[in-house]
């Protein structure tokens, strides 16, 4: 399967942990963003990457959210010391390389998050 | 800004009704739009698209047409299923020198009944 990769698919954490989050982008495709996902609304965009670099960032809360994607390994969404407002799907999607974007985003499966 | 309207939702269909979800954009540029479906409990899939005026995008009986007079695109189909039932999401995007942008619209919750 080339398409976009997440994990975990589900994932529990208490108040105050760590949660982190992955994505395998399609295989050449080197843009990935990550979206939010509340219970009975929309996507909300949080961060486009380009390899080693943030692009985007103005959807990203300020604090206690980071995002990365390395040269080498998966995209990661990291969220510390998580509250319970945190509970939600997150998706991740690529696109292909800047002069071949078809505007067409490619998204995985989502990994929902659930904070006690 | 750059943004994406659709008609609030959710709608109620009954099988092999009619379906229209309407959308229409602003933008500064001259966007491809989109629609996304997105089936319980999974990711957004590509349903289909236009890149320039007055294209027609079709996919699985789906049709939808980019009107640039009226800034809309909007969604139709002329016999839904139950199969149909999901959240379907209106999206533009623009192909920039450094940041190619894509903006979706809040997404519209079908339910179709037999």
């Known amino acids: 399967n080339a398409g976009v990769m997440q994990n975990p698919r589900h994932l529990v954490r208490r108040r105050g942990q760590e949660a982190r989050l992955r994505c395998s982008p399609v295989k050449g495709h080197s843009h990935v963003y990550w979206y939010r996902q509340l219970p009975e609304e929309g996507l909300k965009f949080m961060v486009y990457l380009q390899k080693e670099n943030i692009i985007d960032e103005s959807g990203m809360p300020k604090e206690r959210f980071s995002a990365e994607f390395p040269k080498e390994g998966p995209s990661i969404l990291r969220i510390q010391q998580v509250v319970r407002g945190d509970s939600a799907a997150y998706f991740c999607?690529?696109?292909?390389?800047?002069?071949?974007?078809?505007?067409?985003?490619?998204f995985g499966e989502g990994s929902r998050l659930t904070v006690l | 800004g750059d943004s994406v309207t659709q008609m609030e939702g959710p709608v109620t269909l009954s099988e092999e009704a009619f379906l229209t979800i309407n959308c229409t954009y602003t933008a500064t540029g001259y966007p491809s739009l989109f629609w996304y479906v997105q089936y319980p409990g999974e990711g957004l899939q590509l349903l289909l698209k236009a890149t320039k005026a007055d294209d027609k995008g079709s996919n699985k009986g789906f049709e939808a047409t980019y009107r640039k007079e009226t800034t809309s695109f909007h969604l139709e189909k002329g016999s839904v299923q139950v199969s149909d039932s999901a959240v379907y999401f209106c999206a533009l995007s623009l192909v920039g020198t450094s940041y190619d942008k894509v903006i979706f619209g809040p997404g519209t919750s079908l339910s179709v009944i037999p």
């Open positions: 999607a690529s696109s292909g390389t800047s002069g071949t974007f078809t505007g067409e985003l490619f």
